[in-house]
């Protein structure tokens, strides 16, 4: 142990509480995940998830993965793996791991989102002719994976060209996606209140990452201390914004005048996309603009 790098002692001597508390984020990451993941898949359907806060969390998460991966803690720690144990050098990877794992579950959030968008027309606000269209979330989707290549790129071309520079690349990054995850919720708190339901957004998935983003906050800013609060300053502000957002959700779910119509939503939506929406629609959602004054009576 009296050959470790001094720079790589607080990997070794890491503490057992610390190191677990690391390993439980990261299956709460996954976790949290899930019930938005399988609530989409059951319902067939994304009714309700607006395109923007898809779009603004997936280039947040990249531009966090980015910043935490070029991050000069970050690197020192990996540089350590060949001075210390593997158990060691895998604690020294957690901080990286728990943004990775964070921005592949929203990456898997946005391929069920185009897989199970509405298609069809329909007199559901969010499919008629004034909402997103399926078009949208295909050219979200573009956006989101080139964002993430190019992002890669430059990078790597930083890290092997302008290693001096790559601090403040790391900081650009996080101040960006701080940004970002600022006004993420922005567009899927309008549209929970314009649809006055939560549509296929998971209220447990919320209730998890609510005060998980913040116990992860503290858990980076343990590791990566004051210089790495571009980094976890981004899940406070989440957190704050989330919390805003999982208030309305229950309150539209469990308290507000349309308290359970989200599965009418929900159901309309599915039967929109395999045709059999617009002989059966709920007279509580219509009729709307586009709605004919003279309708078929079979």
Known sequence: MGS??????????????????????????????????????????????SPYFVLLGATSGTFALANVVSQQQSLQDVACCKDVSGLSC????????????????????????????????????????????????????????????VMLIVTLAVGFKQSSSLQSWSNFCGVTAAIL???QYFPQIYTTLRLRCVGSLSIPMMCIQTPG???????????????????????????????????LSVFFEYLGPNKGHSHDYDKASAATQTGEGDE?????????????LLQDSR
Request: aromatic share 12%.
């Open 4 to 49: 470790i790098n001094p720079q790589c002692k607080h990997l070794a001597s890491q503490g057992r509480m610390n190191f677990a508390l690391s390993i439980l984020i990261v299956l709460g990451i996954v976790f949290s995940y899930l019930p938005q993941l399988i609530r989409i898949i059951r319902l067939k359907s994304s009714f309700g998830i």
């Open 90 to 149: 895998f604690a020294g990877l957690l901080g990286i791991l728990q943004v990775g794992m964070q921005w592949l579950s929203f990456f898997m959030m946005l391929a069920l989102f185009v897989l199970f968008f509405p298609r069809g027309t329909s007199a559901l606000p969010e499919t008629s002719k004034e909402g997103p269209m399926y078009r949208t979330a295909l050219v979200v989707a573009w956006i989101c994976n080139v964002h993430a290549l």
């Open 181 to 183: 995850a600022s006004i």
């Open 213 to 247: 983003a913040l116990i992860w906050a503290g858990s980076l800013a343990a590791r990566l201390g004051p210089r790495g609060w571009s980094t976890w300053g981004i899940l406070i502000v989440t957190a704050s914004l989330q919390g805003t957002l999982l208030v």
């Open 280 to 292: 059966g629609q709920d007279e509580r959602y219509g009729p709307y603009e586009d709605t004919p």
